[in-house]
């Protein structure tokens, strides 16, 4: 029987920790605030931004909201992010994605200032987390080393296989597993034996946007397993990108869908907004 990780408990101890900084900032007279930039009415970005506002709200982070129409052009959303680059009073911005197809994505995550990328994303934090100084990790990625770290799971020196190599999971995830000393293999859609590849993993990290594709034939005896994907089944359950039903048998840790890395998602996003204000606020 494998051990179940519970996201949702760690996420709520994180959030936790942050409601007291965030607290004994007040104390000294300095406010956090966070803008939520949303374009368009995508459903799942809508959960998504109803999740971190409720989140700004338990930890006492202010949060700024602007909900803009589908139609909103480059210009008007650029214009938005330059006033929360000058706004002082603002120390994280989050530009909900995906964006509508006429808006160049990267060109919106660029304009954002650097010392309020609060998602990781600019190239100035992954710069700053590939060298190992301080800066915004990509909350995901960081979200699931804490998740191994809390549960007792030892990262150093172990043979570590991530499955994808995206810029939001997979390479950061990479990157951080190495920080820790782990030994990292990173697989894609290339990469010959993968199955190989992954039974020799002491540490599985599944991010590969299929779902149920890892089943137990993929999985060392006592492995530990972290399942990135989220999918709708034929029945309209939530799943992943492991097959629980097959490879909790076999591992010795795993997360479940729902209820794993999601709910780490957001803590680590209200943990980066205290970041913003610790290394970069006034």
Known sequence: MAKIIDGKKISAEIK?????????????????????????????????????????????????????????????????????????????????????????????????????DVDGFHPVSVGNMVIGEDGFLPCTPAGIIQLLKRSGVEIDGKECVVIGRSNIVGKPMSILLLRENGTVTTCHSHTKNLKEICKRADILVAAIGKPKFIDDSYVKEGAVVIDVGIHRNENNKLCGDVDFDKVEPVASAITPVPGGVGPMTIAMLMKNCVESKKLFGE
């Open 16 to 116: 936790d920790e942050v409601k007291e900084e965030v607290a004994a900032l007040k104390k000294e007279g300095k406010e956090i605030a966070l803008a939520v930039i949303q374009v368009g009415a995508d459903p799942a970005s809508s959960v998504y931004v109803r999740n971190k506002k409720r989140a700004c709200e338990y930890t006492g982070i202010r949060s700024v909201s602007y909900e803009l129409p589908e139609e909103t052009t480059q210009e008007e959303l650029m214009k938005i992010v330059k006033e929360c680059n000058e706004d002082a009073a603002v120390n994280g911005i989050l530009v909900q994605l995906p964006l509508p197809k006429h808006i160049n994505e990267d060109e919106v995550l660029l304009a954002i200032d650097p010392k309020k």
